[in-house]
């Protein structure tokens, strides 16, 4: 079993000017509340802070960024190796021409959503919706109602493992449903969005509708990582799950939700191991009801407890 010693990676990486932190809980850092730590966590100042880093971390360690978490499960025994999370030196939020929007990674979807709102531009009210970050959205292909991250892309720019400096066009990304297929060592670290001319007042109620419809059918105030799996070609996730009798399933504090099938919820003191498990319960099940197998969504990091069992 690999186990974490942050002191001693931390002796082997430069000094950046930004937080370099050993052994760092991530659970708060998560929507699930669970899991363990970072061996080391970087939060660089900057974009040229980053790339200094990565180029001058040794090729062995496995590095991973993370955004706020909300589409991530985090194992109990936590991540070995450099976890990155980005902050303050990506939060930028700046008006282009031609109805678009420039974002740091870091900045919440919401906020583009309510910045292009504020400047009457159209197009980019599902952001509303979606818990996370331009970072996340990017690399998800983030999408509700119709729309994803595909459709408002200009351009990403992006920092390889070596340090090196990439912008990628919306071809590059190569985005299918929930899915990006731009190199999986990207660190994105700007947008360029494209939105459209719109009117304030149509923008401002679509935005509220967005809010209420998540509210009356998604957990929305929940310890969960939103949706658990991609809905397969024809089918809704959360309707096999429904059909093979499994709303409100629970394994300990882990359970599947009650309002909406796909989202697993931490009713509190649940493990990430309980959480992994109970989302391979509901694979096994679905899989011998209807045939169908479900893919994670959620993307899983991390060791399991010392002498738990693999899930
Ligand atoms: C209540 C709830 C509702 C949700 N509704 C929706 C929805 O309607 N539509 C939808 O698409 N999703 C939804 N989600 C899932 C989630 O919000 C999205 O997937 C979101 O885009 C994840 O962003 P994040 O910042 O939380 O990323 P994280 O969960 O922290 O990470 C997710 C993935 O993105 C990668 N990543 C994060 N930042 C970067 C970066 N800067 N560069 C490269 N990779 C990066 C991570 O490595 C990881 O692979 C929902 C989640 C919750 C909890």
Redesign the pocket.
């Known amino acids: 079993m690999t186990r974490l010693d942050g002191e001693k990676l931390l002796k082997r990486l430069p000094k950046p000017r930004g937080r370099l932190d050993a052994n760092m809980p991530l659970a708060d850092l998560t929507?699930f509340r669970v899991g363990g730590p970072a061996e080391v966590l970087f939060s660089p100042a900057d974009e040229a802070d980053l790339a200094y880093l990565l180029k001058e971390t040794p090729d062995d360690i496995p590095v991973?960024?993370?955004?706020?978490?909300?589409?991530?499960l985090v194992r109990d025994g936590g991540v070995p190796g450099m976890v990155i999370r980005?902050g303050k030196g990506f939060g930028d939020v700046a008006l282009e021409g031609g109805y678009r929007i420039k974002a740091g990674?870091a900045v919440p979807d919401v906020r583009v959503a309510r910045f292009a709102l504020d400047h009457s531009i159209g197009g980019l009210t599902f952001l509303r919706?979606?818990?996370?970050?331009i970072?996340?959205?990017?690399?998800?292909n983030?999408?509700?109602y119709g729309r994803e991250t595909k459709d408002i892309l200009v351009e990403a720019r992006a920092v390889d493992r070596r340090g090196s400096l990439h912008v990628l066009s919306n071809t590059d990304m190569q985005y299918t449903y929930?899915h990006c297929g731009a190199p999986e060592d990207?660190?994105?670290?700007q947008a360029l969005l494209q939105g459209e001319a719109g009117n304030k007042d149509e923008i401002a109620r679509a935005m509220d509708e967005v809010t209420e419809r998540r509210e009356a059918t998604?957990p929305?105030k929940s310890r969960?990582?939103?949706?658990t799996f991609k809905n397969p070609p024809g089918h809704k996730s959360w309707q096999l799950i429904d059909q093979a009798g499994l709303r409100g399933f629970s394994i300990g504090p882990a359970k599947v939700s009650e309002l909406h099938c796909n989202f697993l919820i931490n009713e509190g003191g649940a493990t990430a191991a309980q959480i992994e498990e109970l989302g391979e319960t509901i694979r096994h099940r679905v899989k011998d009801k209807s045939g169908i197998v479900l893919d994670w969504e959620i993307?899983r990091i991390g060791i399991p407890a010392e002498g738990a069992d693999h899930a």
């Open positions: 929507w991973y960024v993370i955004g706020v978490g909300s589409n991530l980005l990674t919706g979606i818990p996370g970050t970072g996340g959205a990017l690399r998800m983030g999408g509700a929930r990207l660190i994105f670290t998604q929305v969960t990582g939103g949706s993307k």
